[in-house]
């Protein structure tokens, strides 16, 4: 097989899109814009249509808020609750757990990924991953158990807070201090006070396993008990459907800066690895897929003529009555600058110069446009 900068040797005219999620969506948007007219069908494995996964675990969970999308313009032919087993990257062909398989001369994978759980597949423990996940969740909460969360990253940090405001008594389960990898310790500080001050209770220690009477076991014996388990300890890509396609790299997706796997193929979201100032990694964000998912599009019809991806992230979170918006690359180390207000506690802008003149700007409780966070994210800005 060629290298993935090989360019199509004639237009595409079947494109099939394996994943629909937001990636997915995006690619088909993408491809209808820049003047793809021919087949275009989108597969995913859940028998709904594509939704907000970042609404899950916030306005969803909390008050039933809307997850819905606007509804499509790229009038893919759409194939709903079948997942992808099987890959022929020779044959240009894909192999669905229904018996059925497609062809295709474009190949779109934006499979995305799957929560990791501590417990097996046959635990006690709940996770949030899709929509319906989070209809379980917002359920049992509503008859307000004991709630131990494992993780404390962001999106165990968003379930523990919706577990609060919902009357629960709460417990995290933190191996280190909250959100501190993913914000940097100012910021992790500011949610942590904001959290404990509403009553969460943090538990520092490394969740090992769940045993049989609906505990959290942890690495020094102590044992977490409570009502409802939930862990949120990070996702695991949608590859395995991969195995014998020749496309892994030691086990990873990895797309090149235009998103391409091989001739014919690009990857997006969740599922892939890409080229970033930290070396080839994942960024399971939802406004990273969406820039994935466009630079791919235009690297299947355009090649080499293609944009490469320049990744300029943004990130949100709200929780314990504090909200954050982010432009740039978090974790943010230091004392900030702040623009507006003098606290992360309160509204405020702040933001991190590097050496290299880039940073993160991040609003805590305030409504700035994000074009306009964006251009603080840099020195002289």
Request: hydrophobic fraction near 45%; charge should be negative; glycine fraction near 12%.
């Amino acid at each position: 097989m060629t290298g993935p900068g090989t360019t199509l040797p004639r237009p595409p005219r079947r494109i099939l899109v394996v994943g629909n999620g937001i990636a997915g969506q995006t690619a088909c948007d993408g491809l209808r814009a820049g003047g793809f007219d021919g087949d275009l069908t989108i597969v995913g494995d859940e028998a709904r249509a594509a939704y907000s996964r970042p609404a899950l675990s916030k306005a969803l969970l909390v008050d039933g808020g809307s997850h819905e999308l606007a509804p499509p313009t790229h009038e893919a032919t759409e194939v709903l609750g079948v997942a992808a087993v099987g890959l022929d990257a020779v044959a240009r062909r894909v192999r669905f757990d229904d018996g059925s398989d497609l062809t295709y001369d474009g190949l779109v994978i934006a499979t995305g990924s799957r929560a990791r759980r501590l417990g097996g597949d046959h635990s006690a423990e709940l996770t949030l991953r899709t929509l319906d996940d989070a209809l379980v969740l917002r359920e049992r909460l509503a008859a307000r158990p004991s709630v131990a969360v494992v993780g404390a990253g962001p999106l165990g940090m968003e379930i523990a807070s919706a577990a609060l405001s919902a009357g629960c008594q709460v417990t995290v389960v933190a191996d280190g201090r909250p959100m501190l990898p993913h914000l940097g310790p100012c910021l992790s500080d500011a949610f942590t006070a904001a959290a404990v001050a509403q009553g969460l209770k943090l538990v520092d220690g490394t969740a090992t396993g769940i045993d049989g009477t609906h505990a959290v076991v942890l690495s020094d014996g102590a044992r977490v008990e409570a009502d409802l388990l939930v862990t949120a300890i990070g996702d695991i890509p949608s590859t395995e459907w991969l195995a014998s396609s020749g496309l892994l790299t030691g086990g990873r997706l990895e797309a090149d800066t235009r998103g391409r796997i091989g001739p014919g193929i690009v990857a997006a979201g969740d599922v892939a690895a890409v080229p970033t100032q930290a070396g080839v990694r994942r960024i399971p964000l939802w406004s990273s897929a969406i820039e994935q998912a466009k630079v791919a599009a235009r690297a299947l019809l355009e090649g080499d003529e293609a944009p490469e991806l320049d990744l300029d992230p943004y990130f949100w979170t709200e929780q314990f009555g504090l909200t954050l918006k982010a432009a740039g690359h978090l974790p943010a180390s230091g004392d900030p600058e702040f623009l507006l207000g003098d606290s992360p506690h309160g509204p405020s802008v702040m933001r991190w110069i590097a050496d290299d003149g880039h940073g993160v700007a991040v609003a805590v409780n305030h409504r700035i446009p994000i074009p306009r966070l964006r251009r603080m994210a840099s020195a002289g800005a």
